[in-house]
Antibody
């Protein structure tokens, strides 16, 4: 069955860096767009970024553009979120999520989510 | 950026009652709208996409309607597991955005 398992997260000081990872199984990862979405404590959902199936195209939300980078390694069924210049307001649970690709097309919806990784930015 | 406003913020209902949740977009998103359910401590789950299509495994008591700027998620008869937070999300343009959520709580 489809599984998305995350790792990474933790406490980091303002201005620091962190990398989150996500390993997927149960579907053809190399043909699937992947996304990162975050949720600040007690708050709603914020889309962070997306990477195309081949890894050549990425999109980012305005609040992370220039600081965060999404990459992938299709040989290892993995997607990564590289976070630099972290700020206190980046504190959140970060989820990776699959695009369901209905009818073989990218949907920009999210149907299989990782369990989440908490990133806390604090001095 | 397209802003999605959900209302009410909280809906207090009893099991068996009908729930009607609303999502309003700051500009037309056509039919490019999804709904998610999030239970405490869990990641969100896709419920509906393209306004009215149920995702895999979603029971028929969930339905969606609307187009353009005004959308509704209806749960015809609340089951105990439906007491959760619900989010709408559009895919009409970049950036993809979510509404602020509606919490369906037990009265």
């Amino acid at each position: 069955q489809v599984q998305v398992v995350q790792s990474g997260g933790g406490l980091v000081k303002p201005g620091g860096s962190l990398r989150l990872s996500c390993v997927a199984s149960g579907f053809t990862f190399s043909e699937t767009y992947m996304n990162w979405i975050r949720q600040a404590p007690g708050k709603g959902l914020e889309w962070v970024g997306q990477i195309s199936s081949g890894g050549y195209v990425t999109f980012y939300g305005d609040s992370v553009k220039g600081r965060f980078t999404v990459s992938r390694d299709n040989a290892k069924n993995s997607v990564f979120l590289h976070m630099n210049g972290l700020r206190v307001d980046d504190t959140a649970v970060y989820y990776c999520a699959r695009d369901p690709h209905m009818g073989g097309l990218v949907t920009n919806y999210f149907d299989s989510w990782g369990q989440g990784a908490l990133v806390t930015v604090s001095s | 950026e397209i802003v999605l406003t959900q209302f009410p913020a909280t809906l207090s209902l009893s099991p068996g009652e009908r729930a009607t949740l609303s999502c309003r977009a700051s500009q037309s998103v056509d039919s490019d709208l999804a709904w998610y359910q999030q239970r405490p401590g869990q990641p969100p789950r896709l419920l509906m996409y393209d306004v009215s299509k149920r995702a895999t495994g979603i029971p028929a008591r969930f339905s969606g309607s609307g187009s353009g700027t005004d959308f509704t998620l209806t749960i015809t008869s609340l089951e105990p597991e439906d007491f959760s937070v619900y989010y709408c999300q559009h895919r009409s343009d970049w950036p993809l955005t979510f509404g602020g959520g509606t919490k369906v709580e037990r009265k």
